[in-house]
């Protein structure tokens, strides 16, 4: 049976009792009540009630009516908070969960110097071909750093080797050229007879005491000597690395320090419904007039959640005002409608004579054997002598039935005229929640602060209910924004704190040449063995002499490299298979692109060589 069933069956069941109860007085023209037409008028009282029960109306609660901190993130729905809800800032280091800012998240150019923690660059962060010269600080790759054969004869400069710089015995037999000894590099005793030309050297050419044996080791000086490894972390200074070194991307999630993306590091705008985990707006994340009528759960607000005078006459159902609602002498003559008191509805003995007009009750009136109105004394009138249905509501003079004539819940609601239950007649806290018609209480019911976080279904506030920027730092729990509460690119240089970006964030290779400042790798930076001769030169080659003359003497010969720049260090490794009267010298070069070899002929006659001559040269800039 429907809601409007109940009701219109209830307003007959009613209304026939009342009829049949209540004795009439009344004049001969209004002796009966019409009780069809009663009941037709209940009916349709009836319907129009069944009607309103049917409406659902969606009511909005605005910022005013929710108490500060009331929504907690149990009201939230999951993605109710998107990224323009929150404020600016909002998003501290407390907020962000740990490991939440990954590579995506980080804005080209994020990772500055002051975000990397001293030592965060290790070898494994770097990669390949990012250290360069530039970024080598001046005089800081010492010897340790150099691998072993790295410093090959084209990496020194002319003239730049000294007898300081030659460990005892490492200049052997091998290591010398062919004819490259010249009288002033010889000790005294150090060349025997076999060595010297007939006739070709004097007393005078010989130092004393120049050349002994025991200076020179056998294979003093080896490629074992020189330590293989890469620059590691210690070979990097502190800070070295800025945000113009690092690549976009680099610094990823397992890069950053636990809560190292504070709210300030957090691009404005960019943490978005997805990014917040479940529960994390809290109430006090909620911002007022977030929380609307469509957020409450149906049949939620009791009679304790409203405000004295809150429910009109309007906001009042059809027969649920009940006569144990009715407050003592609350239901007036006026209050009763033409005809509502029925027999049944006196006590007996409940008319007296004063109640009746003088004369009106007549012999017609009378049953057979009736005594005249004459006749009967004051009190001679009970409720007996009346024919049930007899009185009706004109036969009452005003006020005539009080209060205490009513029986207890005598009085239902179809006995109510419309509109005649205002606030005033309503007892503090008679209307519950059982009273009131779903979907009719409306914003402006509503006392400001009146919603608060325990009358919000959990999870029933979506992002439509949020204001831009009304989710603020501190609505925010610690920990709520994770990885995929953070929009790729969220984290740029300025969300990142110093020191920041330690070794851990970093992925290995991360850092490249462009990200290291000029000078920022000194020799403490270079792990010890790792430079090898292609990372000392900027260019280097072969240079093809041709077979021809060579007179005795020294010839300048002129060979064509591109890129080679006046001042620049060469370094020259001559042919194996050159000539031992041949000694091959590169010199500093004055013109761009020309590399000149110094080749000089120490036989004291002219050689052709056999073949053409390979020198080996590398340019340090």
Not at 157 to 172: E, M, N, Q, R
Not at 378 to 395: M, N, Q
Request: glycine share 10%; net charge negative.
């Amino acid at each position: 049976m429907t809601p409007g069933e109940m009701i219109r069956l209830r307003v007959l069941a009613t209304l026939l009792a009342a009829v049949a109860a209540l004795p009439l007085f009344a004049s001969p023209a209004a002796a009966r009540i019409d009780v069809v037409q009663t009941a037709l008028r209940a009916l349709r009282v009836a319907e129009r009630a069944e009607k309103a029960a049917k409406r659902n109306k969606v009511v909005k609660v605005d910022s005013k009516k929710l108490v500060d901190g009331g929504v907690t993130a149990d009201d939230l729905a999951a993605g109710a908070v998107t990224a323009g809800k929150l404020a600016a800032g909002a998003v501290d280091v407390a907020a962000l969960a740990n490991g939440s800012v990954t590579s995506a998240k980080l804005a080209a150019g994020a990772v500055t110097a002051a975000a990397l923690a001293n030592g965060a660059v290790a070898t494994a962060k770097l990669a390949d071909g990012a250290v360069t010269s530039a970024k080598l600080k001046d005089g800081d790759v010492r010897t340790a750093d150099l691998a072993d054969g790295a410093v090959t004869s084209g990496k020194l400069k002319d003239g730049d080797v000294k007898a300081a710089d030659l460990a005892d015995g490492a200049v052997t037999s091998a290591k010398l050229a062919d004819g490259g000894v010249e009288h002033a590099d010889l000790a005294d005793d150090a060349v025997d007879a076999a060595k010297i030309e007939d006739g070709s050297v004097g007393a005078a050419e010989l130092g004393d005491d120049s050349v002994h044996a025991a200076e020179l080791a056998d294979d003093a000086v080896d490629a074992a000597a020189i330590v293989d490894g890469a620059v590691g972390a210690d070979a990097i200074a502190a800070d070295a690395v800025g945000t113009a070194e690092l690549a976009a991307g680099a610094v990823t999630t397992g890069k950053l320090a636990d809560n190292a993306v504070t709210g300030a590091k957090l691009a404005d705008g960019t943490v978005t419904a997805a990014d917040l985990a479940d529960g994390a707006v809290v109430a006090a994340k909620l911002a007022d007039g977030a929380v609307s009528g469509a957020k409450l759960a149906d049949g939620t607000v009791t009679a304790l959640d409203l405000a004295d005078g809150a429910v009109l006459t309007a906001k009042i159902g059809d027969l649920a005002v009940t006569t144990g609602k009715l407050a003592d002498g609350a239901v007036t003559t006026g209050k009763v409608a033409d005809g509502a008191i029925t027999t049944a509805k006196l006590a007996d003995a409940a008319v007296t004579t004063a109640k009746i007009f003088d004369a009106a009750v007549t012999t017609a009136k009378l049953a057979n054997g009736a005594v005249t109105l004459n006749a009967l004394g004051d009190g001679s009138v009970t409720s007996a002598k009346l024919l049930d249905g007899t009185i009706a509501d004109v036969d009452l003079a005003g006020g005539a039935v009080g209060s205490s004539a009513i029986k207890a819940d005598a009085v239902t609601s179809t006995h109510i005229g419309t509109g005649a239950v205002g606030a005033s007649e309503l007892a503090n806290g008679a209307v519950d929640s059982a009273a009131i018609l779903n979907g009719t209480i409306d914003t402006v019911d509503l006392w400001d602060g009146a919603v608060t976080a325990a009358k919000i279904m959990d999870g029933t506030i979506t992002p439509a209910d949020l204001a831009a920027d009304s989710v603020t730092n501190a609505k925010l729990a610690d920990n709520a924004v994770a990885t995929a509460e953070l929009a790729d690119g969220a984290v740029t240089a300025p969300k990142l704190g110093a020191d920041s970006v330690t070794n851990a964030k970093l992925a290995d290779n991360a850092v490249g040449h462009n990200e290291l400042a000029d000078d920022a790798v000194t020799g403490t930076e270079i792990a010890n063995g790792t430079l090898t001769a292609a990372d000392v030169g900027v260019l280097g080659g072969t240079a093809t002499l041709a077979p021809v003359q060579i007179d005795p003497g020294c010839t300048d010969v002129p060979f064509a490299v591109a890129g080679l720049q006046p001042g620049d260090r060469v370094l020259l490794t001559a042919d194996p298979d050159m000539d031992v009267a041949f000694m091959a010298q590169a010199l500093t070069p004055d013109t761009a692109g020309q590399l000149e070899v110094r080749i000089c002929n120490l036989n004291g006659a002219p050689v052709t060589p056999a073949a053409a001559y390979d020198f080996s040269y590398l340019v340090i800039r």
